[in-house]
């Protein structure tokens, strides 16, 4: 795929979220972890054939326990935001805090947004999406989401 600057292997676009989501574990060591995931995924929203896909970047979902109301969930996002931002992260682009209102960091490369436990989603998440930079993987070749451990 042509326009890629310095494209990422497969590899490396997994381990580009994957060092950002235990970066934040690190520094929210009191967060408990209930469950992280990393695949690859398409950076081309429309899936239909008609469209070419790709390029692909590394996705890491991570859950944590929900709160005990909305404005707890709020309340906890917002201390979290503030301690990833006191260790290096930084605001993420005006484009992405306006689809993630409940807020959206970046750091090398990598967008972090946060979600709070719904009636559609029982826990709470952290969703970090790396750079469309990897050209190699096809829809065959990005295999499904492995689970891992971030401590």
Do not use: H
């Amino acid at each position: 795929m042509s326009g890629v600057l310095n494209p990422l292997s497969p590899d490396q676009a997994k381990a580009q979220v994957i060092d950002a989501a235990r970066d934040v574990a690190s520094t929210l060591d009191d967060l408990p972890i209930l469950k992280a995931s990393v695949r690859l995924e398409s950076c081309n929203d429309d899936s239909s054939p008609a469209y070419p896909e790709g390029p692909y970047r590394g996705r890491l979902l991570l859950q944590y326990p929900p709160t005990s109301s909305r404005s707890a969930g709020r309340s906890a996002i917002d201390g979290y935001i503030q301690r990833l931002l006191n260790a290096g992260w930084s605001p993420a682009p005006e484009s992405w805090r306006t689809s993630a209102p409940w807020g959206a960091l970046a750091r090398a490369g990598v967008i972090l947004e946060f979600t709070p436990s719904s009636s559609g989603k029982p826990n709470s998440q952290m969703d970090f999406l790396g750079e469309c930079r990897d050209v190699t993987t096809t829809r065959e070749t990005r295999g499904d989401s492995e689970p891992l451990d971030l401590r």
